[in-house]
Structures are given as C-alpha cells and as structure tokens.
C-alpha cells in the first residue's frame, strides 16, 4: 500500500460494501438527511467513532435496490439532501460517484451533498480524477482526519477542531478554501 494517501485509489481498496444507510435522521449535516455510510477506511484514526466500518469488507454489497431506495427517500419534501460517510467515501467512488451522478440527475441542486473525509481539501485537488468528479457533486466537505487530542465534543458536525466545514461551490470558484456559513458554526 502507498504511504502517500494521495497515492491510495478506489479501484485498489474499495469492495463497494455499505456499513449501513440510515433514511431521514438528524446528525449526519444540517437538516434531516439520508446517510449512506460506505465501508472501508485505510486512515484508521485513533478514537474513530465508526472503527468498524474500516474494513472495507464490513457489512453488506452496494445493490441497485439500495441506490433506488436512497433515490426514493429522497423525494420527500422534508428531506433536506445526502450525506455519504463511513468509512471514506472517497476510496469508495465506484459506489459515491454513481448515486451522486443520479442524485444531481434527479433533483439538480434541490437536494443538497455533504461528506466527511479523512482526506483534506488539498489533498483531494492532487488526487485522482474520481475523487476530483466525487467532489465536484459535494456541497459541504467536512475534511481531515479525528485527531484524538483535539476532539472537541462542542463543535459542530466534526470531532476534532483540525476539521473544517468546506463550502465546496464556493471553495471552487473563488480557488481557496471557503468555510461553509463563513465559518459562523460552532
């Protein structure tokens, strides 16, 4: 394995197999959300709270019949968007990038895309062009890695105080780092 995590790619690690899918909940990102955690993380963070969704062989196969029903929950109008976590939803695109190709078909930008990863906001513009597509479809990025001596159990949406909260739309077209809602979160 590449000890650069820039190296490391979906095609080597991913087995596209789901840790779970939980439909309209509250926690996954700002508003209520279906939450499809994918299964697999190589970063293996001290004090991750999902340890057992890095093995990228946990849970079950990624099926049509699953992408339907994300699709299908989506529809409802109090569903505020998709969160995709896990496990690293970047070494998993081959799952990540075909439901957000149709969940930006189906609902445009009514619905919204938020995603945590290990990997940082620069990290991800170096990486490969699946990680690049997967981010082009995200609205909000929570990125880098849980460092267990900065947890913070105050802040929002994030576990460590490294992490940042990325408006990626905003991010791309002004070319540097745009923190969602200005960075007016706690």
Request: glycine fraction near 6%.
């Given at each position: 394995m590449p000890?650069?995590?820039?190296?490391?790619?979906?095609k080597t690690f991913s087995k596209?197999?789901?840790a779970d899918y939980k439909a309209y909940n509250f926690v996954d990102g700002e508003g209520v959300r279906c939450s499809l955690y994918v299964s697999g993380c190589p970063?293996?963070?001290?004090?991750?709270?999902?340890?057992?969704?890095?093995?990228?062989?946990?849970?079950?196969?990624?099926?049509?019949e699953l992408e339907e029903r994300i699709l299908k929950d989506l529809e409802a109008e109090y569903c505020q968007g998709l969160t995709l976590l896990g496990g690293e939803p970047f070494l998993n695109t081959?799952?990540?990038l075909s439901l957000c190709r149709k969940v930006r078909k189906q609902f445009g930008d009514e619905k919204d895309i938020w995603s945590w990863s290990g990997y940082t906001w620069e990290e991800l513009?170096?990486?490969?062009?699946?990680?690049?597509?997967?981010?082009q479809y995200i609205d909000v990025l929570v990125d880098g890695r849980f460092e267990k001596q900065l947890k913070n159990l105050n802040l929002a949406f994030r576990g460590s105080s490294n992490q940042r909260?990325?408006?990626?739309?905003?991010?791309f077209a002004s070319n540097t780092v745009v923190l969602w809602k200005n960075g007016k979160y706690h």
């Open positions: 000890a650069n995590p820039i190296e490391w790619t979906s596209s197999y789901i970063f293996a963070c001290k004090g991750c709270y999902n340890k057992v969704a890095q093995n990228f062989s946990y849970g079950t196969p990624y099926s049509v081959d799952v990540t513009l170096q990486g490969t062009q699946d990680k690049l597509e997967l981010l909260i990325i408006d990626v739309k905003r991010s």
